[in-house]
């Protein structure tokens, strides 16, 4: 009777340690998943996802620390951690402001252009378009300002102007400023969106404006930009 009593304990046992075990490995299957898609996002330079996925990485990999009975070692999940933060750190950075932006807009054919500066020499007319995952600029623009396209370069599939997507190099600013709100450490495309228009120099993207929480007024045609914290 002892023997049976004490052998079902220790089945109970391993049966709970069974599903503790299963369900600590769902949560790493889970950790390894969203690691996998922020890469994935990020090589389509779609940062909005690439953020999103990478922090709930980081929040499965520290709960999956803090847990006593769990298989892979510290080192290993410390890895990981700091993999999503040496991915996070090519994000780009918006600037911290005190209140809402308020700037003017022009608003054409239910498209709603915004005048920006760029690296905080130059002055562009972007297409503010929120379906687009980067914002680019046309090599029309990039000649006045005297540089050249890189030659060569590995092209990136990315989605704008609705779903479309195409292919396009990159190249690194230091700055995309509207007034007082500003977004630095940007690589946006370049490319030829608009080639019976001149006068738009490129697109304004989710790159920009995913740290922002963004209100259109038509009646007034104003953009509000309030940092989102």
């Known amino acids: 009777m002892i023997y049976f009593r004490n052998s079902l304990l220790i089945f109970v046992a391993f049966l709970l340690l069974s599903q503790f075990s299963c369900k600590t490995s769902s949560i790493v299957d889970n950790a390894i998943k969203k690691q996998g898609a922020a890469r994935y996002a990020f090589n389509q330079r779609d940062y909005k996802n690439t953020k999103k996925y990478c922090l709930e990485a980081k929040d499965l990999w520290v709960a999956i620390k803090k847990k006593e009975h769990r298989s892979m070692p510290d080192w290993a999940i410390n890895e990981n951690i700091d993999s999503c933060n040496y991915l996070l750190s090519f994000l780009p950075v918006p600037d911290s402001v005190d209140s809402p932006v308020i700037t003017p807009i022009k608003i054409a054919k239910n498209r709603i252009f915004v005048d920006v500066l760029i690296n905080q020499t130059s002055k562009a007319t972007l297409l503010l378009d929120t379906g687009a995952t980067c914002s680019l600029l046309t090599p029309e623009f990039l000649n006045t300002l005297g540089v050249d396209p890189p030659k060569d370069q590995h092209e990136y599939t990315v989605k704008l102007l609705g779903k479309e997507q195409v292919k396009m190099p990159f190249i690194s600013l230091k700055e995309i400023r509207i007034d007082e709100a500003a977004v630095s450490n940007l690589h946006v495309g370049i490319y030829s969106a608009f080639p019976?228009?001149?006068?738009?120099?490129?697109?304004?993207?989710?790159?920009?404006?995913?740290?922002?929480?963004?209100?259109?007024?038509?009646?007034?045609?104003?953009?509000?930009?309030?940092?989102?914290?």
């Open 196 to 229: 019976d228009q001149p006068y738009i120099n490129g697109i304004l993207g989710a790159d920009f404006l995913m740290h922002y929480t963004v209100t259109i007024n038509h009646e007034n045609s104003t953009l509000t930009l309030t940092l989102e914290l």
